[in-house]
């Protein structure tokens, strides 16, 4: 594969990829990928809280290599999936500091939030396997 500006930044994290997409290729359910994409998992916690202590090591990893860090050819987003709704965890937050905007401002990062609905018995269902 040729070069592409995000590999750059892949080394310089040490990111593990889950998956990637080039503009041009077909995608899974039909028509073609417009944009080059790839997603890397950079936290993984059993609450809100946990998860955001991971995500603003990430943001301090990527400011310490300063704004310059993604290319202009390179949107970043950090994308935070949470469940919400079984009896441990029936609602949730996600809180970001002014330091956290401004740093994430500073290497020109974007922030998502998404909710997930679960259950009891989805969970316990998926703790079974």
């Not at 080039?22 to 993984?44: F, K, M, Q, Y």
């Not at 916690?45 to 990527?62: D, H, L, S």
């Not at 401004?102 to 259950?119: E, H, K």
Request: proline share 6%; net charge negative; with cysteine.
């Amino acid at each position: 594969m040729d070069f592409w500006p995000a590999d750059d930044v892949v080394g310089k994290l040490q990111l593990h990829v889950t998956s990637r997409s080039r503009a041009g290729e077909p995608r899974r359910r039909g028509g073609i990928h417009v944009e080059s994409a790839l997603s890397a998992n950079t936290a993984d916690a059993p609450n809100p809280g946990g998860m955001m202590k991971q995500v603003r090591a990430f943001i301090q990893e990527c400011v310490k290599h300063g704004p310059s860090l993604f290319p202009a050819a390179v949107d970043a987003e950090i994308a935070v999936g949470i469940s919400v709704g079984d009896s441990i965890q029936f609602v949730a937050s996600v809180d970001l500091l002014p330091a956290d905007i401004r740093d994430l401002a500073a290497v020109g990062i974007a922030f998502s939030v998404a909710a997930y609905p679960t259950s009891d018995e989805a969970s316990e269902t998926a703790a079974a396997r």
